[in-house]
């Protein structure tokens, strides 16, 4: 895009002062406007589903109004839809609304990695797998800058739990960092090029993201390639200048009568470098180029396209979890619903991404509009606890005269929110309980859960005969259950993130969420399903489960590796044919996973690399084609900071959700070995396990007392030993001439290739 600024020129003509005032905004959603130079100011809002749009009121928690916007599936259901073009469309709706109110940069998507079910944020994110959430976050944020509208990607990084979240230092090992909580940032980066990334409130590993100059400007900037602006969490700025030296660009909201007075004395004393600061107001000057044409729309938004838009994202962000075959319902299943979220959704979680939705539909309603009078009972209610026993005596009622039971449950908004983290996963007591009377009047049970993060589930699913995970789902969440319990839409939702059968299986449960202002993300990689899977734990619905109303074969597995690891261009094509095998049209997700066999380091059993939606009619089969590439095969090296593809299997397994993957395919990938060279000071087993060492080493025990080091049994005790020591201990024909001519004989052909 032509920028309007003539940003080099600008930079020529504004004082140190103004040019101060640019890196703060001007207003709790503005950026500072320089009058005299033409410079105006551009408004930003939140959020990641819906627009939070507050052009005179200012809050950073939902609590004041905001102008009505489309509220759309929040993240976690509109991650289990496992389609980014679904995203990319409510992208651009979102940037249509934005368009609408002259709102320049919208504040999201939120994708930050789920490392605990409690986190209280989860519903603003979309997976506790990072693979998934980068490709999900590339769909919204092209669709809402394809439109000329900048998106904000947060919170960078490491922000995965609500308590102490302005405080705490979140200890993570670099390894994990790369893996787990960066990738998604970085897919986003190079695939979309965000206009904004915001950085988060915590500490990384002793630093403030606002002032962590490795997080913001070595890897941001100068490894992923950002070429945007970073602004800060709303209040994530501690220190101004160290923030603003290690890379900060803007500060939200401003501090004003401080932050802009600090930058310029820290300019006048050297302390801030002209062209630090320079480099900072640049990247301002460019997103009021990007966003300004905004400022002069006059353009609106189809309220009943975007919520038709929603319904359909409601719809396809339903997880089946189980079905006995009442769903979809027959036309006279002689319905009843129960609970009172049908009466009083709840579809949108709180804090900053709460929206004033448009109009909000009513599941109760909405079925209503299909099968004509449905008799309803609350059977609980919401946060309170009297009346329960009288709720009951009514839902055992109706549901002993219907012939199947709709029954809606789940979190009130008051146990899940933006602010704090949840201490435990149960829905609420009287729920369950109303559950139990239900299921006891009448087995024939369809249980509608909405919830922004996964709850333990074992007492429901034995009481439910079908299972739906509707999640937080958005305005038009009644009408797109409804769509699916109907069969006017076949789901199609995979879960995002594993529901475990207990809090306590969850690998990040013992530090979670830490004390002390510090918590250690002790269990490393393997958060989520990676470590379920190492534990080899049950879990109660795995990472990419969900049911259809239809059923899907799988067949005629290929990969075909091209590229090389030594010339950079390794890559992998997964080819494999997708059947409709059932009844109706519906859409699979079929799901590829690379599991490392051979590697020195230790990696999770397997991983996401690969998925794709395929929609298929009844009866109908589809070649589908899944690249791979080297990142699928890498893991970081700590030893050598940076990726590295190691020599060895791996095998490539494709299937319906990480516990059921019935192709295989093993491939051998050609490597350079990544052993350290061999010197005095490597251990006997580094030596035995490369093949001219080892010959080494044999050549010299054979030649004084044969058997005693190189027997299996004693190379396992002290194997571990490096040379020098075992050269001190005397008597196994290793002392330390002799180790010199090996270390000196093994470093020669090296020397000489
Ligand atoms: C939240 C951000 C949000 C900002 C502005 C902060 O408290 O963490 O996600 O965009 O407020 O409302």
Redesign the pocket.
Known sequence: MTPVLDVDRLLDELTVAEKASLTSGSSFWYTAPVERLGIPAIMVS??PHGLRAQPRESD?VGLAGSLPATCFPTASAIASSWNPGLLHRIGQALAQEARACNLSVI?GP?INMKRSPLCGRNFEYFSEDPFLAGELAVGIVDGIQSRGVGTSV??YAANNQETDRLRVDAQVDERTLREIYLPAFERVVRAAQPWTI?CAYNKVNGRSASENTWLLSTVLREEFGFEGLIVS??GAVYRRVPALLAGLDLEMPPALGRSPEAVVAAVESGEVPTEVLDARVRKVLELVAKGMPVLDLEESFDEDTHHALAREAAAESVVLLKNDGLLPLAPDAGIAVIGEFARTPRFQGAG?SQVTPTRVDVLLDELREVYGEVPFAAGYGIGETGGDAALREEAEQVARAAGTVIMVIGLPGADES?GFDRTHMNLPANQLAALRAVAAANPDVVVVLVNGSTVILGEVTAHAKALVEAWLGGQAAGGGIADVLTGAVNPSGRLAESVPHRMEDNSAHLNFPGDSQVVRYGEGLFIGYRGYDRGRQDVAFPFGFGLSYTSFGLSDLKVLVRGSVTEGNLEATVTVTVSNTGGVAGAEVVQVYVDDVESSVTRPVRELKGFAKVHLAAGASREVSIELDRRAFAFWSARHSDWVVEAGEFVIAVGHHSRDLPLTATVRIEAPSLAAPLTRDSTLQEWMSDPAGRQLVEEEVENGQPAAVLQDELLSVIGTMPMSTLANFGGMSLDHDALDRIAEAWRQPRRAS
């Open positions: 939140d959020g950073h504040l939120g947060k919170h915001m969490d709303w900053s933006e």
